[in-house]
């Protein structure tokens, strides 16, 4: 079965860097997409980017332009995240989800659990 | 970017109403429109996809509607375990942008 297992919670100090991972198994990872949403305390949910984990080519939201980057490994079928320049705004529940894209149908069918990332001094 | 919207922002409902939700997008997305379900604690959770498709496991009382820029989630009978904040999200094109979600409470 399909699963996304992400890494644990962190605490990090404002301007420090975090980098959050989600291990993919039970399907084959380089034929699906890989997307970073977050959710921060109250708030609804935010697209962050994505990463085609064949090639690596990756696309971010404009806002986290300079500060955030996806990379993969496929010999562990894992996505990471890492987000640098940390900001108290910064806090919140990150998830990784898989994007099951066969047009018209694209959705997010699968998700990790989620990582919570505090931002604290 | 495409803006979402989503109205209402929240909404008091009692077990058994009709519970319907709009979102509205800021050009014409065609059928390229999900919703998810959220609960505190939890991932989000697939309901409907291509603006009409009930994602397998779900109750058939969850429906979606719409096209273009406008589009409609309707819970045909509210249940105790429906009350969640609800997400609409285009898949049209990248960022892949969420409404601000619609947060069903008990009445």
């Known amino acids: 079965q399909v699963q996304l297992v992400q890494s644990g919670a962190e605490v990090k100090k404002p301007g420090a860097s975090v980098k959050v991972s989600c291990k993919a198994s039970g399907y084959t990872f380089t034929s699906y997409y890989m997307h970073w949403v977050r959710q921060a305390p109250g708030q609804g949910l935010e697209w962050m980017g994505m990463i085609n984990p064949s090639g690596g080519t990756t696309t971010y939201a404009q806002k986290f332009q300079g500060r955030f980057t996806m990379t993969r490994d496929t010999s562990t079928t894992t996505v990471y995240m890492e987000l640098s320049s940390l900001r108290s705004e910064d806090t919140a529940l990150y998830y990784c989800?898989?994007?099951?894209?066969?047009?018209?149908?694209?959705?997010?069918?699968?998700w990790g659990q989620g990582t919570l990332v505090t931002v604290s001094s | 970017d495409i803006q979402m919207t989503q109205s209402p922002s929240s909404l008091s409902a009692s077990v058994g109403d009709r519970v319907t939700i709009t979102c509205r997008a800021s050009q014409s997305i065609s059928g390229y429109l999900n919703w998810y379900q959220w609960k505190p604690g939890k991932a989000p959770k697939l309901l409907i996809y291509a603006a009409s498709s009930l994602q397998s496991g779900v109750p058939s009382r969850f429906s979606g509607s719409g096209s273009g820029t406008d589009f409609t989630l309707t819970i045909s009978s509210l249940q105790p375990e429906d009350f969640a904040t609800y997400y609409c999200q285009q898949s049209y094109s990248a960022p892949r942008t969420f409404g601000p979600g619609t947060k069903v409470e008990i009445k």
């Open positions: 989800a898989r994007d099951f894209n066969l047009p018209p149908e694209c959705y997010f069918d699968y």
